[in-house]
């Protein structure tokens, strides 16, 4: 018998290998195998076996390294989708949907060998070594066995493979090829049991006579019993020894009573990611809440794939629907998975989900250790945990009987993960993956993706709204300060004085402040610091990109280019350069302002430690302090009842960007901010700084327009063809040399011209190739290809071929090239 192992590499097809005797008839679809690859051992994935195979020379798998598969067919189905969708192999997505430290590797280990045992039947002519050779043997010299790894560090090259393997022929060195440990294990724990325990008052009596006996023998053995009796008749070794200091022989002596035994035990790493704010007391839905359950249990009676997109103002008890929902799910005995788009969110939602469904539900998420993350994967794999929160990669946790999806903030481009492949959008592999199941997909968000809204609007999904705040409270009045008149009247600071006096407002009656900067500022563009013009490109309606080195303006879609202008073209001021100021920057020119005040600031910098942001959001909600300035990090989910008064520094850091989703995102951005403020019984207000008070994004924001914003900015894409209307390729080329950078975007673009031709494709339309808006990262070269179609595989499997000739053509590999499929950011 034979199999089909996939591999995770790029642009694989499953390989063939044997199955030997000793495994034949124990290999299913779905194992987990370490397979020999040329000269090494690598972890694949079975997704086929056949009775025959017309491949010749096919080696042996060696082992599989589970006892059980670890993919269902569903699973191998969805990352199929996947790959043939994002263009990938299927190794790749099945890669990306375990822990990814369960993927093994042999690592390479050489030796010089022994004088005397060299190979003699090499002649002394052919012994000839290369300058290479002879450094790598003087740094082997010692005799010690090496990794790779260690020689590549030592001599600072790479590429050794050949050499080693050309001196391992001479005789001079030996190689070995061996696993590498695997990044985690299982972990046991050895725990101290009462033999036969149970905690009816006879036992205790026993138990309590026993130790009465004891007590006159070993003080510390009977110390130790009256533990194990308090604790449910077990405690693990480690507590008892180092906290309660019972010594391994008193252990030891009071097993030779015959009382307690050592039993090692799985051990379950968790971290707590809930925050501990008060309890959530039950509620019972209102009217509208009610309607949208009712249909959505209805499909789950039904059990066939039923998608709904819900569109609920911030705080209209979207979340709520999900948990009634997940309720259902679980009395038919099925299994809910809730993506959500960040960490900083999980936090709060996650206390909301163990509040309702207590130890039902695991996590899943980047930050977690790999030991919890393979734990909470196993336990969800045996049906222990039938609700998983998670962030995008756990749209592939391990259910055996999924019934809802619920995707929350979905328009979030944090679901798409952009590097490595697969480039993949959780949201939609979500969707795909209730079609497979028969499940339903809940999407919600308070500001829709265009794609969704889209979508719903043409009867693919089912569009439910919750248009009011669950206590009728006010949307909050929304201030928009001209940044320009600000200067004018010689304002500098970031803070206009309306909303200097607001802040001071609110600190005066001790309630609470949100401060805004998005960070995402993106300095090679050019704006007038006193009118705030910027230069777009006429065809697509983009920031256009600065150019330092030949002071052009460039788009980077078409490639239209003109000469940077040295004053403003509508005001003739010489200020007409990009600055901008981080958060910290910020922070330090407040607490100038506002010495008195009580501040912290949350962003990267203030929330890499581990439990930080649960500690600020905490200290938050118990009003430790009254200002939160923060990034893109404090406008969503987040809900505290005292917060009055939100302020964004800028809006037009959003609008700026060199992306066809500016106004979508800065839209979406200004909504959720407004959010935030007015959670409670007192009304909220915002403040929205901008240097485009007439902008129609700006002001449809204000007024909480949502379906006059989508009107007209659905009309403005149909226009110019972009998403929702067609669907995005984004090619992108990178390299130390910009002149192959260049050179392999141009040829690879007039050849993907030819095969669109050849097959008759005439609504793709390819844009570039041009410089891609950071055009230099790392040393880098990038160049980038934008290609419209309607016709996603067809187009894709032309650029499969494409990528596939490239790589067969034995070209050096100078130039990398990535396929970004439907990408949500543009940078
Ligand atoms: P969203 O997810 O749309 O932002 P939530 O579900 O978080 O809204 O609801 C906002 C707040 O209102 C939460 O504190 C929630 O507990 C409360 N809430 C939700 N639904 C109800 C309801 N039917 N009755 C009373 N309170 C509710
Ligand atoms: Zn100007
Ligand atoms: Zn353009």
Redesign the pocket.
Known sequence: MFVQVALALPLSEPFTYRIPSHLEGKMDLGFRVLVPLRKKIVTGFVVGITATSNVSNVKEIIDPLDPYPLFSGEMLELAKWVSEYYLCSWGEALRAALPSELMLKSEMYVKKRVKGQASESYPESAKKLSPKQKRILEVLQDGKERKLSWLSRTLKVKGLYADLYDLSKKGEIEIDQRLGKPGVRIQHEKMVKLKNFDDTEENLELLRLANSALKKKSRAQSKCLELLIDNKGELPWKILTSQHKVSASSLKGLEKTGLIEFVSVEKIRESDWALDLPE??P????ED?EEILENIKEALDKQVYSPFLIH??????????YIEAIREVLKDGKQALILVPEISLTSQIIS?FKANFGEKVGCLHSRMSAGERFDTWRRVRNGELPVVVGARSAVFSPFQNLGLIVV?EEHVPSYKQDDPAPRYNARDVAVMRAKLNDAAVIL?S?TPGLESYHNAQQGKYVLCQ?KE???KQKLPHVKVVDLAQERKNGNMSFLSSDLSSLLQDRMDKGEQVLLFLNRRGFSTFVKCQDCGYVEKCPRCDITLTFHRTDFSLRCHYCNYQKKAPDLCPKCESYRFTYRGAGTQKIEEELKKSFPKALMERMDLDTTLKKGAHKRLLSDFGRKKFGILVGTQMITKGL?FPDVTLVGVISADLGLDLPDFRSKERTFQLLAQVA?RAG?GKREGEVVVQTYYPKEWTIKLAASHDFEKFYRKELEQREELGYPPFNHLILVVFSSKSLRRVTACAQSFSSVLERSVKSVKQKSVGILGPAPAPLSKIKNQHRWQLLVKTKNIITVTSLIRKILEDEKNAKKKKEVRITVNVDPMDML
Not at 283 to 286: G, P
């Open positions: 959530t007391r509620v019972s839905l209102n809440q609920g103002v911030t705080g209209s008890g979207k979340t709520q629907v909301r929350d919600g308070a919750l705040r669950v206590e809900d959010g959670r």
